[in-house]
């Protein structure tokens, strides 16, 4: 089956959590490189942009993590997949 | 381990930190301060038997711990509450199963532990002494006067806490909590003469 390997995401989130902790959180799911963007901050929101990389992103949990910490997932604009020859090339 | 953390996140993300330990000192002082003054009219009047005493003044603690847990809990309940709304507005979606959802439940019960529990507790250490007398075991001072002194030490180490919160100089910061006590000795023996 084809692994995701790279996702970039619209997140809005309130400014607790900080942006340190939502990246440890999802970097510890499966340890993921992750990259946040702080795009824009309003007065309790702030917008960001998120690029998780991995050898196999495990999408639902990323979405629970988010969900967990008050933050709401706007959209997925870029992904990476890689299917099961490629990986084997790639290994 | 798991469970103290857990709580820390809380206390962190709805900035609960701050709120606990001013609680923790307000109520200290509160019932330190009752404590003091109670024992301080059993002193300047005619000599009760110390169980009358002891009874008072756990009456009174009693009575300030549960004032604290509830007064505490049903203010910070609101207040978390609206914060909540105020986060799920900006947001524009339900928090109800974000950690903020579980700080909204969880830290006005801590909170209202902390607000019972320190004046509760505060007042149960300057008991002690007479507790200990009446089991007969000696003190240095007279029973009640050791309370006092208890009472004084307690609040003098109030204000060293405060003054390390904030950073000032410990002796200084506790001196001027112990300057209120005795302003509240002055007036209670001002009064009662």
């Not at chain 2, 469970?3 to 996140?9: A, D, M, Q, S």
């Not at chain 2, 003054?37 to 009575?63: H, K, N, W, Y």
């Not at chain 2, 300030?64 to 509450?81: C, F, I, N």
């Amino acid at each position: 089956m084809a692994a995701v390997t790279r996702i970039l995401l619209d997140v809005l989130k309130p400014h607790e959590p900080s942006v340190l902790d939502l990246a440890r959180a999802l970097a510890d799911l499966g340890d993921y490189r992750v990259c946040v963007r702080v795009l824009e901050m309003d007065k309790k929101t702030e917008s960001l942009e998120i690029e998780v990389a991995g050898s196999d992103i495990d999408f639902d949990a990323i979405q629970t993590v988010i969900r967990d910490l008050g933050a709401a997932l706007h959209s997925v604009d870029e992904v990476d997949v890689c299917g099961h020859n490629a990986r084997a090339q790639m290994e | 381990m798991k469970l103290l953390r857990e709580l820390g996140f809380l206390l962190r993300i709805s900035h609960s930190r701050g709120i606990v330990r001013r609680y923790f000192v307000v109520n200290g002082f509160d019932g330190a301060l009752t404590m003091l003054g109670v024992i301080l009219g059993f002193v300047t009047t005619d000599r009760v038997p110390l169980s009358v005493v002891i009874g008072a003044c756990l009456g009174a603690a009693i009575a300030l711990g549960v004032s604290g847990v509830s007064s505490a809990y049903l203010s910070e309940k609101a207040e978390r509450q609206r914060a909540l709304s105020e986060l799920e507005e900006a947001m524009a979606r339900s928090l109800q199963s974000s950690a903020h959802a579980q700080a909204a439940r969880w830290i006005p019960l801590l909170v209202a532990l902390v607000n019972g529990s320190a004046p509760l507790l505060i007042s149960l250490m300057i008991i002690a002494p007479l507790w200990l007398a009446s089991a007969g075991i000696p003190l240095p001072l007279e029973a009640l006067h050791a309370a006092l002194l208890v009472a004084l030490v307690i609040i003098f180490l109030l204000g060293v806490f405060l003054g390390r919160v904030a950073g000032n100089s410990l002796w200084r910061s506790g001196l001027q909590t112990l300057l209120v006590a005795l302003v509240t000795v002055g007036l209670i023996l001002l009064l009662s003469a």
